[in-house]
């Protein structure tokens, strides 16, 4: 049907051709010339043309993804040490090679858009497949996830710069590129997160205030370990730390200086400086004789340098949804400006480790500063004031996270009712800047009561582990 189909509307094209040419114009200037092929016949042979294409790239596409599917069984190559897999080469090939000729064939090239509709559904399958493979918990799961975040990558460069996509069309495909990234991304960090899970109760708990300083610094570490682990001294790291759990748990009293054992490969430091010393000695001697390898040094570097970006935004959502928990209250003013003081030590020392691992997300720095000048204002207009100023960088902040914070400081409800409401006013009026959707991500559960004045006669007092349609979801 091609070899039929395709000479026609080539020989209508040429024609095109031929008479734009400059020393021809002049001869057939005054020549009433029909078109070699009739528009009805041309139509129908464009229609043709399209339809049987559109079969065919559906089929190549098809073709390229299933080949990448046994490619995720016998396990993906490196290419300048990186894992890398052809499939969004072999993919944008296919589509460029095909809206190329039609351009060169077709009278109306809004139809080369038929061809690249084709992504769409395929981008989809591709999703599904990754999704599949991800759940099966391969050994070679990582690698794969690798290989497939440099081809992500490259779907991405693809959308940014391709002109002959409709709007509608380049919506939907961010669309899944968004989420196969999330996919690709989440199945490196969340591992980490489990390995992590320990640590992060530590936060803000207890006297948060007496201890903070060792516990952000064990986190930060635990987190170093976890970057730069070797797959294959796991399990003798995880012998030695078992042994330690059993001699600290035969003594009583070292028992009760250590919070707990951690279950990631570094541990957290302890108050008890020897026990700080054996632990750390125990360690610094394992460092030594294990090779370190950074986990991620095998992933291309652009991917990698996201990846961390979204390791750092993470890591301040686990961070602040923590903090927003309320099992911390700072009832003084001497306490509520510790607390914003260490705040921003604590800032400097996330970005300042996140920076040294790779991370370029220096928008997320001021987050934590932020939320410091909310904990050391006292007077209510001003924190009206500052609370104001806050949405406007982070229009996704919710009542719910205003009344989490507010209650830090031990504000009356009363109080946090007329800040939360000030805020529902002004914000219309709030300008609009350049801003990063943060507080979307950090759920705010209530697990205390709530005494609040609605319309001046209701007096609503909720004990609950769910939300209101107006405030965030768990």
Same mark, same amino acid.
């Given at each position: 049907?091609?070899?039929?189909?395709?000479?026609?509307?080539?020989?209508?094209?040429?024609?095109?051709?031929?008479?734009?040419?400059?020393?021809?114009?002049?001869?057939?200037?005054?020549?009433?010339?029909?078109?070699?092929?009739?528009?009805?016949?041309?139509?129908?042979?464009?229609?043709?043309?399209?339809?049987?294409?559109?079969? %065919?790239?559906?089929?190549?596409?098809?073709?390229?993804? &299933? @080949?990448?599917?046994?490619?995720?069984?016998?396990?993906?190559?490196?290419?300048?040490?990186?894992?890398?897999?052809?499939?969004?080469? /072999?993919?944008?090939?296919?589509?460029?090679?095909?809206?190329?000729?039609?351009?060169?064939?077709?009278?109306?090239?809004?139809?080369?858009?038929?061809?690249?509709?084709?992504?769409?559904?395929?981008?989809?399958?591709?999703?599904? &497949?990754?999704?599949?493979?991800?759940?099966?918990?391969?050994?070679?799961?990582?690698?794969?996830?690798?290989?497939?975040?440099?081809?992500?990558?490259?779907?991405?460069?693809?959308? @940014?710069? @391709?002109?002959?996509?409709?709007?509608? %069309?380049?919506?939907?495909?961010?669309?899944?590129?968004?989420?196969?990234?999330?996919?690709? =991304?989440?199945?490196?960090?969340?591992?980490?997160?489990? @390995?992590?899970?320990?640590? =992060?109760?530590?936060?803000?708990?207890?006297?948060?205030?007496?201890?903070?300083?060792?516990?952000?610094?064990?986190?930060?570490?635990?987190?170093?370990?976890?970057?730069?682990?070797?797959?294959?001294?796991?399990?003798?790291?995880?012998?030695?730390?078992?042994?330690?759990?059993?001699?600290?748990?035969?003594?009583?009293?070292?028992?009760?200086?250590?919070?707990?054992?951690?279950?990631?490969?570094?541990?957290?430091?302890?108050?008890?400086?020897?026990?700080?010393?054996?632990?750390?000695?125990?360690?610094?001697?394992? /460092?030594?004789?294990?090779?370190?390898?950074?986990?991620?040094?095998?992933?291309?570097?652009?991917?990698?340098?996201?990846?961390?970006?979204?390791?750092?935004?993470?890591?301040?959502?686990?961070?602040?949804?923590?903090?927003?928990?309320?099992?911390?209250?700072?009832?003084?003013?001497?306490?509520?400006?510790?607390?914003?003081?260490?705040?921003?030590?604590?800032?400097?020392?996330? %970005?300042?480790?996140?920076?040294?691992?790779?991370?370029?997300?220096?928008?997320?720095?001021?987050?934590?500063?932020?939320?410091?000048?909310?904990?050391?204002?006292?007077?209510?207009?001003?924190?009206?004031?500052?609370?104001?100023?806050?949405?406007?960088?982070?229009?996704?902040?919710?009542?719910?996270?205003?009344? &989490?914070?507010?209650?830090?400081?031990?504000?009356? &409800?009363? /109080?946090?009712?007329?800040?939360?409401?000030?805020?529902?006013?002004?914000?219309?009026?709030?300008?609009?800047?350049?801003?990063?959707?943060?507080?979307?991500?950090?759920?705010?559960?209530?697990?205390?009561?709530?005494?609040?004045?609605?319309?001046?006669?209701?007096?609503?007092?909720?004990?609950?582990?769910?939300?209101?349609?107006?405030?965030?979801?768990?």
């Amino acid at each position: 049907m091609e070899r039929s189909i395709k000479p026609a509307l080539c020989g209508q094209r040429l024609e095109c051709e031929i008479l734009k040419h400059e020393e021809l114009q002049a001869v057939f200037a005054s020549a009433e010339l029909g078109p070699l092929v009739p528009r009805d016949e041309l139509q129908r042979l464009e229609d043709q043309y399209l339809t049987h294409k559109e079969g %065919q790239v559906g089929g190549w596409l098809g073709s390229v993804l &299933a @080949e990448e599917q046994k490619r995720w069984q016998r396990g993906p190559e490196k290419v300048d040490h990186y894992w890398f897999s052809p499939l969004a080469v /072999d993919t944008l090939q296919v589509v460029n090679r095909v809206v190329s000729e039609a351009r060169s064939i077709l009278s109306d090239q809004t139809k080369v858009q038929r061809f690249t509709a084709q992504l769409q559904p395929f981008l989809t399958s591709y999703r599904k &497949a990754l999704e599949d493979f991800a759940r099966r918990k391969h050994d070679n799961s990582p690698a794969v996830m690798k290989a497939n975040l440099v081809c992500i990558q490259q779907f991405r460069s693809f959308l @940014e710069k @391709e002109d002959f996509l409709s709007g509608d %069309q380049k919506v939907g495909l961010e669309s899944s590129v968004r989420a196969l990234e999330d996919l690709g =991304y989440n199945a490196l960090t969340c591992p980490i997160h489990l @390995e992590m899970k320990a640590h =992060y109760r530590l936060l803000w708990s207890g006297p948060w205030l007496a201890r903070a300083g060792w516990v952000l610094r064990g986190l930060l570490e635990s987190l170093d370990k976890q970057l730069y682990r070797d797959s294959s001294a796991k399990g003798v790291l995880d012998g030695l730390l078992e042994s330690l759990k059993k001699q600290l748990d035969r003594d009583s009293s070292a028992k009760g200086v250590l919070d707990g054992l951690l279950e990631s490969l570094k541990k957290q430091l302890y108050r008890d400086s020897s026990a700080k010393g054996v632990l750390d000695g125990v360690l610094e001697s394992l /460092d030594k004789q294990l090779e370190r390898q950074l986990y991620f040094t095998d992933l291309n570097p652009a991917c990698r340098e996201l990846l961390l970006g979204r390791l750092h935004e993470e890591f301040l959502v686990e961070y602040v949804r923590r903090m927003m928990m309320g099992k911390v209250i700072m009832r003084s003013k001497k306490e509520q400006e510790a607390a914003a003081t260490l705040l921003c030590d604590h800032s400097n020392k996330i %970005q300042a480790f996140f920076s040294e691992q790779g991370s370029s997300r220096v928008e997320l720095h001021p987050l934590l500063p932020r939320i410091s000048e909310l904990l050391r204002l006292q007077d209510r207009k001003s924190l009206q004031l500052e609370v104001a100023v806050m949405a406007t960088h982070y229009p996704d902040l919710r009542s719910c996270h205003v009344y &989490a914070l507010m209650s830090l400081k031990n504000k009356s &409800a009363a /109080d946090i009712h007329i800040i939360i409401r000030s805020l529902k006013e002004t914000r219309p009026q709030l300008p609009s800047t350049n801003h990063i959707a943060f507080f979307s991500r950090v759920p705010v559960k209530w697990n205390y009561k709530i005494k609040l004045h609605f319309f001046g006669i209701w007096k609503l007092e909720l004990s609950v582990a769910s939300v209101a349609a107006d405030y965030c979801p768990l």
